[in-house]
């Protein structure tokens, strides 16, 4: 029935039980104030200590769980709530023992059901929500025998429209923090939905990505190195071994980057090193700001980018009159970089790519299109050559 420290909250439902332990802490001091004359006018019709007991008891222990609400541990509000409503429920069911007069001064009610409704809540928050309405259910009861009990003489009409009403009242506040409680449930499986959808689509992507950098790696890797071996009427045999080590050290992911930042300054040597390991004759031109960084993984996708767009063009820009000129260029931005490879070559139609040119879907397109923040984009027609703009935003990453 008493939940305790059984209940795990959400962030969503423990904000809302804690609002609701101060509210009581506020209600309990507002009714002690103004009920304080009441009751300190019904101690003499009550055993003296049993009345101060009581009433101390019921007017500062809620005001204790406003005072605790929003740092002790769950578990120590939900126990002092839920032993403040028994307590309370103890006082009631005391109240006719403790009377040393035949009646209370005026007639008036006992002052419990002033605070009826402030233990009605607490036990609300505290207890779960079937075990609730029994709890209000019975305080009602009491509080219509207590009246009656109290001052025989007033006959059953009274008592029963202090029953009706104290029913009514609790039951109207009662409902409103079950409600309460229910909808910061509600707000937490929700989030909990969305985190985990949110996982599940993270997960699904990594997968997509992974396969879209296997399937660059096939292509980039494995397939020059059996193009080139296809080929090898003038290739040594030690070059062929030394590619294909170099492949077999890429796919076992050897040679990629370490997994930290990587200077500016540094990953602009590590792409003229890449460029110019393909050919002698292609320039390169940086203009860098050599103070910032850029992911790892972002580093690595830009230069095998980078080095398979220079790859297409050393294998299909130049034409059979005069070979074709290349350029690589690097400009940092203010939250990121950009790369173009051009060429003055014999260009292709870049709004229909051919379903074999994996190099350009593969490896530079797809690539870049999966990364957080980067984008690719190729400008190319026949006969006027080609230029691939590679770029990596850190703003949009973090978008």
Not at 220 to 242: C, F, K, M, N, W
Request: proline fraction near 5%; aromatic fraction near 8%; include cysteine.
């Amino acid at each position: 029935m008493i939940l305790g420290g059984g209940r795990h909250l959400g962030d969503a439902e423990l904000r809302v039980t804690r609002i609701l332990y101060l509210s009581i802490g506020i209600g309990a001091l507002v009714y002690g104030v103004v009920g304080n004359a009441k009751a300190t006018e019904q101690f003499a019709a009550l055993n003296p200590w049993w009345a101060h007991v009581t009433w101390y008891g019921a007017a500062v222990a809620p005001i204790l769980l406003g005072v605790l609400a929003m740092w002790a541990p769950i578990r120590v509000l939900d126990t002092l709530a839920s032993a403040y409503g028994l307590f309370f429920v103890g006082v009631m069911a005391t109240w006719k023992l403790a009377m040393v007069a035949p009646m209370l001064p005026g007639s008036n009610s006992p002052w419990t059901n002033d605070f009826m409704t402030v233990a009605a809540i607490s036990i609300a928050i505290s207890w779960r929500m079937r075990s609730v309405w029994a709890y209000v259910l019975v305080t009602a009861l009491l509080s219509g025998t207590m009246r009656y009990l109290a001052d025989p003489e007033i006959g059953w009409k009274l008592p029963i429209l202090d029953f009706s009403y104290n029913l009514l009242f609790d039951c109207v506040f009662v409902a409103i923090t079950l409600v309460t409680r229910a909808s910061a449930k509600r707000l937490d499986r929700a989030a909990t939905a969305a985190r985990r959808k949110t996982s599940l689509e993270a997960e699904a992507s990594a997968r997509v990505q992974q396969r879209i950098r296997i399937d660059a790696l096939v292509h980039d890797h494995v397939l020059s190195a059996l193009l080139i071996a296809s080929r090898a009427d003038g290739v040594p045999t030690p070059a062929l071994r030394e590619l294909a080590s170099a492949t077999l050290g890429m796919l076992r992911d050897d040679t990629l980057l370490p997994p930290v930042p990587l200077a500016l300054d540094d990953f602009v040597n590590r792409l003229r090193s890449s460029v110019t390991s393909q050919s002698d004759g292609i320039g390169f031109e940086a203009t860098v700001d050599g103070s910032g960084t850029i992911p790892a993984d972002i580093a690595q996708a830009l230069l095998e980018a980078t080095a398979e767009a220079v790859r297409n063009s050393l294998r299909h820009a130049d034409r059979d009159e005069r070979p074709a000129w290349r350029q690589v260029t690097v400009v940092s931005t203010v939250d990121g970089i950009e790369i173009r490879v051009s060429d003055n070559g014999r260009g292709f139609n870049s709004r229909r790519i051919p379903p074999e040119r994996l190099g350009v879907r593969v490896s530079i397109l797809n690539r870049m299109a999966t990364l957080p923040g980067g984008r690719a984009g190729i400008e190319s027609a026949r006969g006027v050559g080609t230029r691939v703009a590679l770029g990596w935003s850190a703003t949009e990453a973090a978008a």
